[in-house]
């Protein structure tokens, strides 16, 4: 009999896990404030009211079903005959909505088993709860309908043996229709998870993984699952293994271990979009630096280092290539130090950059790890080495105290300089 990662339930991990979604969770809050009805209002949240260039950052299921609305749709796409009602987002009102909503998650499992995963997504494993509150899609009907009663707030709810299938579930299936409920399990893994039409779609799979795939002649998860796991190895080492897993549905993830794979396991990062093209190499300089502190600051926070920094750069307009964006990265030594962070990023601009006008930037840090001891270099004097940690960690605290206008570079005060005018921003929009 042809064995397979499914053939012995007693090596498989079974739980009862839950990925809640909050459905158009900006544009909700925005309704419920104006008191309309989320599914049926006609709004759009826009990351800046003033500029023509500004990006949706979400919109209500009648926009994006009646007018094709979504994220990314830039201001200057939607036409008057839409009559949408554009507002600014208020991220302090989604972050305390959040917090309201995740304290109704925990009233069906202990903390130890809830994850908040994003501002609008959540993981519970609710396999200790049901004497209290029935099984799985009681539990679910329950969330849903004191979520509704006390916020105003839809939610979708994918359930499923592990964190994996259960997001799986909410995003291929609950979603889709109503009662916005999916349950998957490792017995329907054949009509569920190999029936997902893209590799992308599957998740932890990105664009770049995707394309190795098709490289090696894998265009599908059904593909994925019948894949020779040995070859994968080969060709991603653990990944690869992981991957073909994945596509059987198996997670050994445990939320009380606080760990769920995140889809975007590429570091850390921080981008923006400018309000005016910059061509001044000092005012690139300037705004570079400010992000590159920023990612410093979190993996700091985090007690992290990272050994892979990475710019991202797009263009006003085509450059002299015709290309619209670059990229470019570099191995560094681990760290978190801004300095060497913003050394590396100023590095790789001159590397590339060939005059054209900028009008975004991000800068990401990955091949993450834990920082354990403080990196010296034959180059520099340990004792100024430490002085320099522990000068960040004091500037981190103040700013952690009393905002990060409260220690900023004298070149934050220049032209370039977005830093000052973007700390009163919450997620890079005003509370």
Known sequence: MFETPLSDPD?????????????????????IKRGEFPTSAKIAVLSREESSGGLILAASPYSKQTYGVKLGTRRFELN???????????????????????????????????????????????????????????????????????????????????PLMAKLALDNDAKRQAPWIAEWGYERVPETIWAIPKLTDMWGIGDKIAKRLNAIGIFSVNELAHADIKRL??????????????????????????????????????????????TNPRELETVLAEVADQVATRLRDHHVVSELVSLSIGFADTDKAGKTR????????????????????????????DGSPVRSVGVRCAKVSQQRL????????????????????????????????????????????????RSGLVGGHHA
């Open 233 to 278: 190895k080969r060709q991603f080492g653990v990944l690869g293994e992981q991957l073909y897993y994945q596509a059987w549905g198996i997670d050994y993830s445990d939320l009380s271990k606080k760990y769920v794979p995140r889809s975007d396991n590429k570091g850390y990062g921080n981008s923006q979009i400018l309000m005016r093209d910059y």
């Open 374 to 421: 403080i990196q010296f270099s034959l180059f520099e004097d340990p004792a100024l080495t430490l002085h320099k940690q522990q000068l960040a960690i004091t500037i981190d605290r103040i700013r952690k105290k009393y905002g990060y206008k409260a220690l900023v570079r004298a070149s934050s005060l220049t032209a370039g300089g977005t830093a000052i005018e």
């Open 326 to 353: 670059f990229s470019a990265q570099m191995h560094v030594e681990a760290t978190n130090d801004t300095r060497q962070l913003t050394e590396a990023i100023w590095y790789l601009l001159y590397a590339k950059w």
């Open 11 to 31: 090596y498989l991990p079974v739980h009862d896990v839950m990925c809640i979604d909050c459905k158009s969770f900006y544009a909700s809050t925005e309704a």
């Open 80 to 162: 008057d005959t839409m009559n949408l009602e554009l507002v600014e987002p208020h991220m302090q009102d989604y972050i305390k909505l959040n917090y309201r909503i995740n304290t109704i998650y925990r009233q069906f499992t202990d903390d130890a088993h809830w994850f908040p995963y994003s501002i609008d997504e959540s993981f519970i494993d609710v396999s200790a709860s049901h004497r209290l509150f029935g099984d799985n899609r009681a539990i679910a009907r329950q969330i849903q309908q004191r979520v509704f009663n006390q916020t105003g707030i839809i939610t979708t709810i994918g359930i499923g043996p592990n």
